[in-house]
T-cell receptor, first 110, second 114 residues
């Protein structure tokens, strides 16, 4: 898998946008960027993924730089329930295993 | 909304015993996975399964582990002779497949080996 680098932790005020960065400088042209989160010891929850274009769904937005070497997950209005570990994953093309690094622990504070 | 389910949610077993963890993937999915997470550590890939055979496995997935899709709906992970270090959360995931396919994870089974 392409190596990803994320800050170990971030704080965000409730109601504000949370912007979580990820570096994936070794990404190949056909590899997707996925974001998942894990709340406590629950199963990882899918958030969003993209290849080249920016993506938005009901949970979040994904901004991928033009050179694809980094991306940002945006939670537009963070709530206390968004406190979790967020993982940026770039699986190797045609191999479906996911490598979960340490992720970013997002603390949403009132 | 379809979801991956896992049973049991918790299992306690004695070292050396066999355990079977069960998963019901999302019905139209074709790829199935097991991951584990030892308390306080990262989520680790164990095995992927497609078309009734293992497509990839990690170093963790040794001869003590096996997977099976015994019928059209269940996907199981068997640990033949459990060790203390097998204590972990075990997550099942499924994926419809194809480039850009998305893995959906179950809630996990917490296995405690005494």
């Amino acid at each position: 898998d392409a190596k990803t680098t994320q800050p170990p932790s971030m704080d965000c005020a409730e109601g504000r946008a949370a912007n979580l960065p990820c570096n994936h400088s070794t990404i190949s042209g056909n590899e997707y960027v996925y974001w998942y989160r894990q709340i406590h010891s629950q199963g990882p929850q899918y958030i969003i993924h993209g290849l080249k274009n920016n993506e938005t769904n009901e949970m979040a937005s994904l901004i991928i730089t033009e050179d694809r070497k980094s991306s940002t997950l945006i939670l537009p209005h963070a709530t206390l329930r968004d406190t979790a570990v967020y993982y940026c994953i770039v699986p190797q093309y045609n191999f479906n295993k996911f490598y979960f690094g340490s992720g970013t622990k997002l603390n949403v504070k009132p | 909304e379809p979801e991956v389910t896992q049973t049991p949610s918790h299992q306690v077993t004695q070292m050396g015993q066999e355990v079977i963890l069960r998963c019901v993937p999302i019905s139209n999915h074709l790829y199935f996975y097991w991951y584990r997470q030892i308390l306080g550590q990262k989520v680790e890939f164990l095995v992927s399964f497609y078309n009734n055979e293992i497509s990839e496995k990690s170093e963790i997935f040794d001869d003590q582990f096996s997977v099976e899709r015994p019928d059209g709906s269940n996907f199981t992970l068997k640990i033949r002779s459990t060790k203390l270090e097998d204590s972990a959360m075990y997550f099942c995931a499924s994926d419809i497949g194809g480039a850009g396919g998305t893995q959906y994870f179950g809630p996990g089974t917490r296995l405690l080996v005494l």
